[in-house]
């Protein structure tokens, strides 16, 4: 009798104990990955070692490698972006040519669309479409199906699409030129899946944002022509104001120095659309929207290889890449440019995804 | 990637070991002669009993005709060898926990690393080439000069006196459409004596391999590896008298790759490398009883074309190119002042020049060194000073110096060795003047080491010989050069603290009796590479730099009755990191490796065929030697060898 009570004491304290993933301890129980803030790890070029790193801001956990966590291989090489929509989660994964579908529930992968050549980043468009750039010469958008995971039509566009935008049932693509040069926007209608227009900006844009004023700002990182392997021929960075319904430049505002060819990187607006971010060598800078110059002074020295800004918060969040053959850190600062916390991450951070 | 059961390899290896025994040739030789060794000349050579080093000579000829260095380095010794895939690869090693530009390279005494990258791919070396390698560990700045923190490797050609006329043709098919084949010629007397010796190879090496990176692990076949190369040297040996003899050489070769890509990704595009190399030198040496002299010129050229064809859309071809020139000349003198004291004395000279579309211009430099030397001998004892200055680099470099001490118990038969020395590497020209990001104001790495060894060789009554070693050694890199992005590109820069340290041995067995051999070899390291430049670490061993295994182990058993040959290799290497911080997400797991070899030689009054069959990685273990880039499992390999006017015997003179 005494040998049976134990067990049955015993058996009852089991159910009664909460249940422990033992595979994934820091899931979040109730909504999966569905809330919270990627990062995405390119890695080292060629070794393979790219990720994607799940950070909780509310108990300031970080998961890296993730992916490899829940699907036990390896995400590829260079992972280069993410995006996010309703329960699933899309990574480019760029020199291996293809874009990682996965549950946001689980971060279970969903399935794989690939034979792509140079692919960039996806943007989600509807429940059950997106498109994404591909290609570093001359440019194609595929149309993908987010419910089939298959490509179902292609569009051609200028050289070394980037960024994709969306504004209302346009999606604005910056042709950055990729290992050229270019100057265009091309504007698709999603309705139709067709190029409406194709905007003039300024040299090689490479990211976009629209501020409160729903004005479009258009990171131009200048025009670069190589000679072999040597810089013959190197332009202004500059960051362009276009008026989004009728594609006229407003303003246009240098920014950055000679010499800094592979800078400016990347764009970031706040939460009110009052205040843009762009990350140059020197830092992250701001400016206001209606300003028409560039300040001299950085509000987060430093250098970073990405960053992203906080929607709901405002946070800053820097990236740190050290070098590319150990993980890199995620640096969290306040609206005013403080240092709040540091995060290791994967190697090489390059964006920040929020949900 | 499956893992290797490790006890059934345990098992398997217990009983292989205890099956088989002998040897087909007693080619190779643990170099702890009781006296020195001279090679003809060579003046790195004949230091070698000072230090710790081994000897491969007859297998070269016997087991490993036509194989590349990387193939005869990875089946004979325990040395950490990267390579990025089949045969032709790009290979490089790292000794003692080093980088593969702290590894000398000499042929016949004249270092043929690349200038512009400080290494040499060891697939690039045919072993048939050279009549004996020579594996040297830790060897000091003062005697080879730059880039030997983690040893030297240096292959040679030496006469045959007695020899009239004789030559070689073999020819080797494997797997997945390998073919390779060459031919050796020599002819001469005791006067003169010539050599030629060429091969081809071509291997598709579309090999199947599991790929880890796609869901459920697909089997695959390797692409764009395929290899193409051919070679051509020739020595001419002239004796002029009793003191006098000239050794000219040329060495002409040729390698057309294709470069796979990782795992990972699929081809964007096409990659191809073609390397050429020219190189040709004469030495001059004088030999009396009381003195040695020896004047060396050498001329060496490498280019390089590297090109990428898009496979999609995109007809630009973008291709790069490196042609580099190095003319090294140099002069010693050795005396023998009395029967127990020598001094010696020299210098070298050394122009480099390279061009290509990674440098603004045509890069030219000279550099030299003064050197001396001093050395005492009694009673089985040896000590030497050495000390050499670099002139004309203007990279900090201070005086170099070497302290080696052996004695040798008559009694015991056990050898002692020290040394004592500091080593030295100059920035190579890609990482003072490459486009972008070089750094013409780097230091050359530098650093203090010191090894301690024991031997005992014994042979006994019966025919049966044994030796074992153990040597502990720690070496210091300071300023190791690395490439770091410096915000808008990376650059090379002096930021590395390295101390390499470890314990290496080495047992070997050997029993002959008539046609009757069986031996047996085993090779152990422990090497620990520690970056003292990460500055916060929970232990010594988070320390451990990328793709350097704490263990390694290879071991080797022969046998052989009459014509008959067997051999059976077993090589484990531990767990590698690919990255500075030790990510477990990341790093690459121990693999265990079997090959196996069976021959027949027929014996005829004029020479021999010698028929072998090869089966490399046995077990068809799956394993990376560099992260996402898969080796080939297991393949065969039918080769067959004809020796006119000579034999396994004549392979064994020295």
Known sequence: MKRISSVVCLSVLLALLPSCDKDNPDKPADTGYRHGVFITNEGGFGNSNGSVSYFDPDSIKMVNHIFELINGRSLGDVVQSMSVHGNKGFIVVNNSQKLEVVDLNTFESLGIIDGLSYPRFFLPVSDNKGYLSDGNFSGTIYVVDTDLLQITDSLQCGFGPEHLLRYGNLVLVANSGGWGNDSTITVIDSRSDEVAWTWQTGYNPTDMVLDGKDNLWVLCKGKIVWEGWTLAEETGSSIEVIDVQTGSTIRSIPVGMTGDYFWPMSLGVSSDGSTIYYLESGGVYQMDCNASTALDVPLIQGIFYGFGIDPETDLIYGLSAPTFTANGWLLRYDPAGSLIDSIEVGIGPNRVVFN | ?654
């Open chain 2, 1 to 654: 990637m499956h893992r290797i059961n490790s006890f059934i390899f345990a098992r398997f290896f217990l009983l292989a070991a205890a099956l088989t025994t002998g040897i087909g040739s007693r080619g190779q030789s643990v170099d702890f002669p009781l006296q020195e060794i001279r090679i003809m000349g060579l003046r790195k050579s004949e230091r070698l009993s000072e230090m710790h080093s081994l000897t491969l000579d007859t297998i070269l000829k016997t087991k490993y005709y036509g194989d590349d260095l990387a193939s005869v380095i990875k089946r004979e010794t325990n040395l950490n060898i990267t390579q990025y895939g089949g045969q032709g690869s790009l290979t490089s090693i790292r000794m003692r926990g080093t980088s593969p530009s702290h590894t000398q390279i000499n042929w016949n005494g004249i270092p043929i690393n690349s200038p512009t990258t400080g290494i040499i791919d060891l697939s690039l070396v045919s072993s048939n080439l050279a009549d004996a390698l020579e594996i040297i560990y830790g060897v000091p700045g003062s005697l080879f000069g730059s880039g030997t923190f983690g040893g030297s490797l240096n292959l040679i050609n030496k006469p045959d006196w007695d020899n009239k006329v004789s030559f070689n043709v073999y020819t080797e098919l494997g797997s997945w459409g390998h073919a390779r084949g060459g031919a050796g010629f020599r002819t001469g007397n005791r006067w003169w004596q010539y050599q030629a010796a060429g091969f081809a190879q071509t291997s598709p090496n579309n090999y199947p391999y599991r790929n880890a990176f796609k869901p459920e692990n697909p089997r695959e076949l390797r692409e764009n590896d395929t290899l193409f190369t051919a070679g051509l040297q020739q020595n001419l040996f002239i004796r002029l008298g009793n003191k006098w003899i000239i050794h000219s050489g040329s060495w002409f070769q040729y390698r057309d790759k294709d470069l796979p890509n990782a795992m990972s990704s699929r081809p964007r595009w096409l990659s191809n490398q073609q390397d050429y190399s020219g190189r040709i030198f004469t030495r001059l040496n004088r030999y009396t009883s009381k003195h040695t002299l020896e004047i060396t010129c050498a001329w060496l050229t490498d280019s390089l074309y590297y090109q990428e064809t898009p496979v999609q859309e995109d007809p630009l071809v973008r291709w790069s190119g490196i042609q580099t020139t190095y003319l090294p000349v140099g002069i010693s003198s050795r005396w023998n002042v009395t029967q127990n004291i020598r001094i010696e004395g020299g210098t070298d000279f050394e122009r480099l020049t390279a061009t290509g579309s990674s440098f603004t211009a045509q890069i030219e430099e000279y550099r030299g060194s003064l050197f001396v030397s001093g050395g005492f001998g009694k009673n089985n004892f040896f000590a030497s000073l050495d000390l050499r200055e670099i002139i004309g680099t203007k990279t900090g470099l201070k005086t170099l110096y070497s302290i080696n001490a052996r004695y040798r118990s008559k009694k015991t038969g056990i050898t002692f060795l020290t040394m004592v020395s500091n080593k030295f590497r100059l920035p190579t020209i890609n990482e003072r003047y490459w486009i972008p990001g070089g750094n013409p104001e780097l230091l050359a790495e530098t650093g203090t080491g010191c090894d301690l060894g024991i031997s005992w060789a014994k042979s006994f009554n019966i025919p049966l010989q044994t030796e074992i070693s153990l040597t502990a050694y720690f070496q210091d890199v300071n300023n190791w050069i690395q490439w770091v992005p410096t915000g808008t590109y990376w650059s090379p820069l002096n930021v590395r603290k390295v101390r390499a340290q470890g314990i290496e041995s080495d047992l070997s067995v050997r029993y002959s009796a008539g046609m009757n051999r069986v031996a047996f070899r085993a090779m152990y390291s422990y090497t620990e590479s520690l970056d003292f430049t990460q500055p916060e670490v929970v232990s010594r061993l988070d320390r451990q730099l990328p793709y350097v295994p704490l263990h390694l182990l290879q071991a080797t058993g022969s046998f052989g009755v009459s014509g008959f040959e067997s051999n059976l290799t077993y090589r484990f290497t531990g767990r590698r990191f690919s990255t500075d911080d030790h990510d477990p997400w990341l790093d690459l797991n121990p693999y265990h490796l079997v090959d196996a070899q069976v021959s027949y030689k027929f014996v005829f009054s004029t020479g021999l065929l010698k028929l072998s069959f090869t089966v490399l990685n046995l077990f068809n273990c799956s394993y990376e030697m560099v992260r996402a880039y898969p080796s080939p499992g297991i393949s065969f390999y039918l080769s067959a060898i004809y020796m006119f006017n000579q034999t396994l015997q004549d392979h064994e003179k020295d």
